[in-house]
Nanobody, 119 residues
């Protein structure tokens, strides 16, 4: 069984910063892409950023230049550094990991962490 546990959310003022973490544990053989999604109230879940096992990254246009994704393969952890936060970044943030457990390859999701940007 594989679990993803997120941390680092909270309340921050506009212009502030937060760093999200997502650690994968359990029966893990290979982790391919690790992604961050977010879902604001009344909106669809959207991809924020993704990072491949080799380090290639991509970002939604709305966060380019403000957010940075990274990963520590030794710790099976992905991070999202969020700077210059805006009210429109308020959402529940979810990590997703594409994991091969030596038998099958499956997408796993974390439970979500709330990020609120407000003065």
């Amino acid at each position: 069984q594989v679990q993803l546990v997120e941390s680092g959310g909270g309340l921050v003022q506009p212009g502030g910063s937060l760093r999200l973490s997502c650690a994968a544990s359990g029966r893990i053989f290979i982790i391919y892409n690790m992604d961050w999604f977010r879902q604001a109230p009344g909106k669809q879940r959207e991809l924020v950023s993704a990072i491949a096992s080799g380090g290639f990254t991509n970002y939604a246009d709305s966060v380019k230049g403000r957010f940075t994704i990274s990963r520590d393969n030794a710790k099976n952890t992905v991070y999202l550094q969020m700077n210059s936060l805006k009210a429109e970044d308020t959402a529940v943030y979810y990590c997703k990991a594409d994991i091969f457990d030596s038998i099958r390859r499956t997408d796993y999701w974390g439970q979500g962490t709330q990020v609120t940007v407000s003065s």
